[in-house]
């Protein structure tokens, strides 16, 4: 089965940038595996940011970016805020199932 | 507003069966994918499956011989069993709408 790659964990500091990556086992992942991103605070259900790649939902503050980057999919936040800090989860279709990473746990300092 | 609603046996014994039942409310099933997912205690998510308004069924193949998941159209509904539970299901398991809406949680712990 294939397996799904995030950083474990990220710091960022307020007002600052920071990427998260996904990655795929089987190899470069394309918009067919229509990435999505998902932020999860403690206590809480997990809540799409970006579906199918790059698109925002009517909720996703614009400071959350979705693309491809190098053969992985990618989250940039800029101009962090506190609020920010979370579990982040991406999501790739893999054939008629779908695999979610492990999660990276960002924390903004 | 759309809204999902969980339900379901929150403490089961080992080899029960779990069953679990997410309802649409302010909506309908026609249109969507509606999926299961789970998260162990202090662990990352895992998709369990997922089913169409028609009925068509995809699951991970790790618990494929356990999992069912079934949609009744007729109360806007679908639900989840997984038989043959151990310790090791013990979760939060959630239902979702095409990613975008998730049900509440609902805490499933299987303890003897």
């Known amino acids: 089965q294939t397996v799904v790659t995030q950083e474990p964990s990220l710091t960022v500091s307020p007002g600052g940038t920071v990427t998260l990556t996904c990655a795929s086992s089987?190899?470069?992942?394309?918009?067919?595996?229509?990435p999505n991103w998902f932020q999860q605070k403690p206590g809480q259900a997990p809540r799409s940011l970006i579906h199918?790649?790059?698109n925002r939902h009517s909720w996703t503050p614009a400071r959350f970016s979705g693309f491809l980057l190098g053969g992985k999919a990618a989250l940039t936040l800029s101009g962090v805020q506190p609020e920010d800090e979370a579990e982040y989860y991406c999501l790739l279709l893999c054939g008629p199932i779908w695999v979610f990473g492990g999660g990276t746990k960002l924390t903004v300092l | 507003q759309v809204q999902l609603q969980q339900w379901g046996a929150g403490l089961l014994k080992p080899s029960e069966t779990l069953s679990l039942t997410c309802g649409v409310y302010?909506?309908?099933?026609?249109?969507?994918?509606w999926s299961w997912v789970r998260q162990a205690p202090g662990k990352g998510l895992e998709w369990i499956g997922d089913?169409?308004?028609?009925?068509?069924?995809n699951y991970i193949p790790s618990l494929k011989s356990r999992v069912t998941i079934t949609v009744d159209t007729s109360k806007d509904q679908f639900s989840l069993n997984l038989n043959s539970v151990t310790a090791a299901d013990t979760a939060i398991y959630y239902c979702?709408?095409?990613?975008?809406?998730w049900g509440q949680g609902a805490l499933v712990t299987v303890s003897s």
């Open positions: 089987t190899g470069a992942v394309t918009t067919g595996f229509h």
């Open positions: 979702a709408r095409n990613w975008d809406l």
């Open positions: 089913i169409t308004h028609g009925g068509y069924a």
């Open positions: 199918d790649t790059n």
């Open positions: 302010g909506g309908s099933l026609s249109g969507y994918y």
